[in-house]
């Protein structure tokens, strides 16, 4: 008899197993694929490997601008995708390796195979090597993850297409890649196989890249993008994709009912995840779900008596971190005194492009109608990478900070980053946004020197109008 049986043991899963036999809980963990889940395996971690071999290719073309001198310049510098592809399996292997031996050093058992739920506190195990487990336990907690979505066009036509998990596989260069999707996904592989030397070109149904960042950063993104010479068609709606003599055709019909058709080697398709509910019979639990996933309260109690559910398949945001954070609510909630509503007002997300871009808080556009809608102002202010020294000395001038602060108090509403280590310095904003800091306060904190994360400093003594390392036209 099991206190708790998780069922997948991605991010959110595993993290609430492990806290949850923290708080004393026989814990069981059951995984149909491997340990870690999508973010671990083919997600988060694979890709910023390639991510991290592009810098180091950039770098080495880039030497000898940095008085680094490279026999045969540039040229000379080439890909080994083979040795890529093995440097990013060994960091996953390495990874899925240290998740085992946590769980196994918090005496979770681990049951490798495909789980159902054949009654209330019933967790049945297919396992892989034949047989079928049943496990009791007083909590049921569903962390089943997600899958890719796909575009609407017949699956024969799908057939010729790549998803992420094969895009991390490939083991040559795609002379032409076409990205179907901008969200994050599509912009990040499209980054990485650019500066490998792909020919890329992105073709998405909205107006922007990346909906969910700040509308400037994304324009400015995009920009960038462009101008290194990548394609970004926007307005394109997928009929049908089709196989020709020289490569792979996608046809679209753009917003004005015109036909247009667009060629590569290969056909990526990148257009985020939808929940995955792991073949389990949701309906017969009483569990109530739609198609943007399982409903929970803030606890993460779904309608179903003793069954919680967190991470991709409650649908909210798919970000790693925040199943993470949710499985630490959930577990708590079962086992602990200190019970605690989980929250979703302080979430950073990250872009993992050349240069990265990040976001936490309100973007300008939704600070602004919030604001004037209870009859208040906001105040923008922006501080550019290319006036900072580490920036400038590191050779990556590209790109601002941008702070979104309430007008009368100084209180900050939104963080967003367009630059060098975007990635890193979101997070000064996610604390500012925790602590409720105004402008002001921010700008009084001890900041290195010098660091990128004094272009921070610099935007906040925006806030009250006083940057001090920019000309700001006095009033007269």
Request: hydrophobic share 45%; net charge neutral; proline share 5%.
């Amino acid at each position: 008899m099991f206190d708790l049986v998780v069922i997948g043991a991605g991010p959110g899963g595993y993290v609430a197993a492990l806290r949850a036999a923290q708080l004393g809980a026989k814990v069981a963990v059951v995984e149909r694929d491997k340990l870690g889940g999508c973010c671990l395996n083919r997600g988060c971690i694979p890709t910023k490997a390639l991510v991290r071999a592009a810098e180091v290719y950039t770098s080495a073309r880039e030497a000898g601008s940095f008085g680094t001198v490279i026999r045969g310049g540039p040229e000379a510098v080439s890909v080994d995708m083979p040795q890529v592809m093995a440097r990013k399996r060994q960091v996953v292997a390495q990874l899925v390796g240290g998740v085992e031996r946590l769980l196994g050093g918090a005496d979770v058992a681990t049951y490798m195979g495909t789980a159902s739920v054949p009654g209330p506190g019933k967790v049945a195990v297919a396992k892989r090597d034949g047989g079928t487990e049943i496990l009791e336990t007083k909590y049921i907690l569903l962390a089943t993850g997600s899958q890719p979505a796909q575009p609407p066009v017949p699956k024969e036509d799908l057939d010729l297409t790549i998803g992420s998990d094969e895009a991390l596989e490939l083991e040559k260069v795609p002379p032409s890649m076409l990205l179907i999707g901008g969200g994050v996904l599509g912009v990040e592989f499209a980054c990485i196989y650019h500066t490998f030397g792909s020919q890329v070109r992105m073709i998405k149904r909205t107006a922007n890249l990346l909906p969910a960042v700040d509308e400037e950063i994304a324009k400015r993104l995009a920009m960038s993008l462009k101008r290194r010479g990548m394609q970004i068609n926007v307005g394109v709606f997928i009929k049908r994709i089709e196989k020709s003599s020289a490569g792979k055709v996608v046809v679209c019909d753009t917003a004005d009912g015109q036909e247009v058709r667009f060629e590569a080697d290969t056909v990526m398709v990148a257009m985020g995840r939808v929940p995955d509910y792991g073949g389990i019979d949701l309906d017969a639990m009483g569990v109530r779900y739609d198609k943007k996933g399982i409903k929970v309260d803030p606890r993460l109690k779904t309608s179903a008596p003793g069954v919680y559910a967190l991470g991709d398949v409650v649908g909210k945001t798919y970000l790693a971190s925040v199943a993470s954070a949710e499985g630490l609510v959930a577990a708590e909630d079962m086992f602990s005194e200190a019970k605690r509503d989980m929250d979703y007002r302080v979430v950073p997300g990250v872009v993992f492009s050349s240069p990265e871009c990040a976001s936490v808080g309100l973007e300008e556009k939704d600070a602004a109608e919030a604001a004037a809608q209870s009859g208040r102002e906001i105040v923008v202010s922006k501080f550019p990478f290319s006036a900072n020294g580490k920036a400038i000395a590191m050779g990556e001038t590209e790109g601002l900070v941008k702070l979104v602060a309430d007008k009368a108090s100084g209180e900050i509403l939104g963080m967003h980053v367009f630059g060098p280590h975007a990635s890193d310095l979101i997070h000064e904003g996610a604390i500012a946004l925790q602590a409720r800091m105004k402008g002001e306060e921010l700008s009084r904190t001890g900041f290195a020197h010098p660091t990128l994360s004094e272009v921070v400093m610099e935007a906040a003594h925006g806030v009250e109008g006083q940057p001090i390392h920019m000309v700001v036209q006095r009033r007269k």
